[in-house]
Nanobody
Framework: VQLQASGGGLVQAGGSLRLSCTASGRTVSMYHVAWFRQAPGKEREFVAVTTKTGGKTYYADSVKGRFTISRDNVKNMVFLQMNSLNVEDTAVYYC???????????????????WGQGTLVTVSS
């Protein structure tokens, strides 16, 4: 599967953005799909994931209640709605997919086989 992330941009603190991850080559319904982010000088970190079956979602504590991950299997897309953004959310956001992960591995970036190219989100104060 190939992934392409889009939707990043410049937004003021308190604002919202919606990121999109478009899959091609295989149907996204076959994959767990996650968002990770990497701020300058920091490690890539888990943000959110939607599971391939049951539609379960998990979030990092830092974004819980502000971000919502969702998927549209017909359009072959996964979204990340980001509300109440703050400057600490500034990062390059990546979508990632894998078909085989167990629940305990869903937050681990090294376990994902497929990655999109990243989209930059900049939050100004």
């Amino acid at each position: 599967v190939q992934l392409q992330a889009s939707g990043g941009g410049l937004v003021q603190a308190g604002g919202s953005l919606r990121l999109s991850c478009t899959a091609s080559g295989r149907t996204v319904s076959m994959y767990h799909v996650a968002w990770f982010r990497q701020a300058p000088g920091k490690e890539r970190e888990f943000v959110a994931v939607t599971t391939k079956t049951g539609g379960k979602t998990y979030y990092a504590d830092s974004v819980k209640g502000r971000f919502t991950i969702s998927r549209d299997n017909v359009k072959n897309m996964v979204f990340l709605q980001m509300n109440s953004l703050n400057v600490e959310d500034t990062a390059v956001y990546y979508c990632a997919a894998d078909a085989r992960l167990i629940t305990s591995s869903l937050r681990l970036k090294n376990e994902y086989d497929y990655w999109g190219q990243g989209t930059l989100v900049t939050v100004s104060s």
